[in-house]
C-alpha cells in the first residue's frame, strides 16, 4: 500500500519522511507493547493531542509524533481534533536513546493507570548481532508513551508504552518512520491486553 501523510500536522511529517527516500518499505525491528487501562476505556470521541513536556510543543519531531499518533487514534474510531479541546486528551511523549551493544542498558521505567503500577524492564528488547570484526554499532532506541485521560477531570483511562530498535544510521532509526511503526502497534487491536507485555511485528 503506499504511503500516505495525513493532513495535520503534514508539514512537519514531510521534512523526515522525505529523508528517508523511500523507507515505506524499509523493514522494522518488531515493537515491545506494555498497556495499561482501566475497564471503563473509551473506544470513540473527540481527542486532542497534547505533549507530556509543553517545552517540546512545536518541534519537529513532536509534531511528527503526533502525526502518527492521531493517525492510529482515528484508526481506533476516535475523532481527532485539530484544535480546542476534546472529551478526551493524548497525552504523547516520545524518547531516543543511543546504546552502545556490551554497555548496560537504562533503568527500567514504570507505566501504569489508576494506581496499578506496571514495570517495564530493560530485559524486554530485541537481540543485537555481534560484529566479529570490530566493535558494534550504536543502537538507537526510541520509545513512544500514550495516556488517554478524561479532559475534564484529566482522569487517565488508558495507558501504554512502545519501544523499537535500530541500528544508528540506518533509514529505520529515523524519527518519522520509526513513530509511525510504534504507534500503529501501540494502538493495535485497541485497548489491548491490560498489564501484559506483547511483540508486535
Known amino acids: 500500500m503506499p504511503c500516505s501523510i495525513p493532513r495535520r500536522f503534514a508539514t512537519a511529517a514531510v521534512v523526515p519522511l522525505l529523508l528517508l527516500a523511500g523507507g515505506c518499505a524499509t523493514a522494522i525491528a518488531p515493537v515491545d507493547v506494555t498497556r495499561f487501562h482501566s475497564d471503563s476505556v473509551a473506544r470513540q470521541g473527540s481527542v486532542a493531542i497534547v505533549p507530556a513536556n509543553a517545552a517540546n510543543a512545536d518541534s519537529l519531531e513532536f509534531r511528527t509524533t503526533a502525526n502518527a499518533v492521531s493517525a492510529a487514534l482515528a484508526r481506533t474510531g476516535f475523532t481527532v481534533r485539530d484544535s480546542g479541546p476534546g472529551e478526551y486528551e493524548a497525552v504523547v511523549g516520545i524518547e531516543r536513546q543511543v546504546w ?10 514504570s507505566v501504569g493507570v489508576g494506581g496499578s503500577t506496571g514495570s517495564y524492564g530493560s530485559g524486554v528488547g530485541l537481540g543485537i548481532g555481534i560484529n566479529l570484526s570490530g566493535k558494534p554499532k550504536p543502537v538507537v532506541v526510541t520509545n513512544l508513551r500514550v495516556q488517554l485521560r478524561r479532559t475534564a477531570d484529566k482522569t487517565a483511562i488508558w495507558e501504554g508504552r512502545a519501544e523499537t530498535q535500530a541500528k ?12 509511525g511503526k510504534l504507534a500503529d502497534a501501540l494502538f493495535k487491536d485497541f485497548p489491548g491486553p491490560s498489564g501484559v507485555t506483547i511483540t508486535v511485528k
Open 168 to 179: 544508528e544510521g540506518t533509514p529505520a532509526a529515523q524519527p518519522g518512520l520509526a513513530a
Open 100 to 109: 552502545q551493544p556490551g554497555e548496560q542498558r537504562r533503568s527500567p521505567v
